[in-house]
Every structure is written in structure tokens, then in C-alpha cells.
């Protein structure tokens, strides 16, 4: 394994911890940290004029995600 490709893997991991680790304060009690479902109901709901912008970012989001990790 090259050091690019092992840098890349361990950035990819360390995101998804940071990200469990956001999703897990947000969850407790009290917490004023949105969750990751709060947050994308939030962005959603954002249209200018007919067009929603919203919808179109939270696709291209899941998109992006799809592409970089299940496409192979």
C-alpha cells in the first residue's frame, strides 16, 4: 500500500469518527448540537423562488457520497 492511498484511508476514517462523535453529543440530553437528520431537515427546506435548492444540494451530497465510495 502507498503512503498517498494509506493517508487517504485514514482521513476517510478519522472523518467518520469525528462524525459519530459530533452525532453522539448532539443525542444527549440538553445538547444544543443539531443532529445530522435536524440538520438535513433544515437544509431541505430551503427554496428560492419554485426551485428547491435544498433538495437539490442533500442529493448531490448523497450523489458525491455514492460516487466516491460505492463506485468501483
Known amino acids: 500500500m ?5 493517508i487517504a484511508i ?3 476514517v478519522l472523518a467518520a ?6 452525532e ?3 443525542r444527549r440530553d440538553n445538547s444544543r448540537i443539531p443532529t445530522f437528520a435536524q440538520m438535513t431537515g433544515f437544509v431541505m427546506q430551503y427554496e428560492v423562488g419554485p426551485v428547491p435548492v435544498g433538495r437539490i444540494a442533500v ?3 448523497w450523489l458525491w457520497v455514492g460516487w466516491h465510495f460505492f463506485a468501483r
Open 24 to 26: 453522539w453529543a448532539a
Open 17 to 22: 469518527v469525528l462524525f459519530a462523535a459530533v
Open 59 to 61: 442529493f448531490g451530497f
Open 10 to 12: 485514514a482521513g476517510f
Open 2 to 6: 502507498s503512503l498517498t492511498r494509506f
